[in-house]
């Protein structure tokens, strides 16, 4: 399978926005169910938002109202739009995409290098 790159992290002031991306070629016109997740240190890897072949999509709590995942299925990219960060949004975000659609669960067979976002306060 052709990797999952992702892009657009960065630092940014509590209350900003940020739009991740994934490039996500092969898997979104084949039909995999797509996901991003983040990971802080010390921290368990946590299921932030996911978009089933519908367009059906599922958010952590921690996230509702604030993120918004999306997928362009012209340029074959997933994209997660984050508002009003907060410090605690802190971690490396990773796409990940599946044929089993593993909802939130870390259960994904491919996953990207991920791209860092820190919020400071």
């Known amino acids: 399978q052709v990797p999952l790159v992702e892009s657009g992290g960065g630092s940014v002031q509590a209350g900003g926005s940020l739009r991740l991306s994934c490039a996500a070629s092969?898997?979104?016109?084949?039909?995999?169910?797509l996901a991003w997740f983040r990971q802080a240190p010390g921290k368990a890897r946590e299921g932030v938002a996911a978009?089933?072949?519908?367009?059906?999509?599922g958010y952590a709590d921690s996230v509702k109202g604030r993120f918004t995942i999306s997928q362009d299925n012209a340029k074959n990219l997933l994209y997660l739009q984050m508002n009003s960060l907060k410090p605690e949004d802190t971690a490396m975000y990773y796409c990940?995409?599946?044929?089993?659609?593993?909802?939130?669960?870390?259960?994904?067979?491919?996953w990207g290098q991920g791209t860092q976002v820190t919020v400071s306060s």
């Open positions: 990940a995409a599946d044929r089993t659609n593993w909802w939130l669960l870390p259960e994904y067979k491919y």
């Open positions: 092969g898997y979104i016109h084949n039909g995999y169910y």
């Open positions: 978009i089933d072949r519908d367009g059906i999509t």
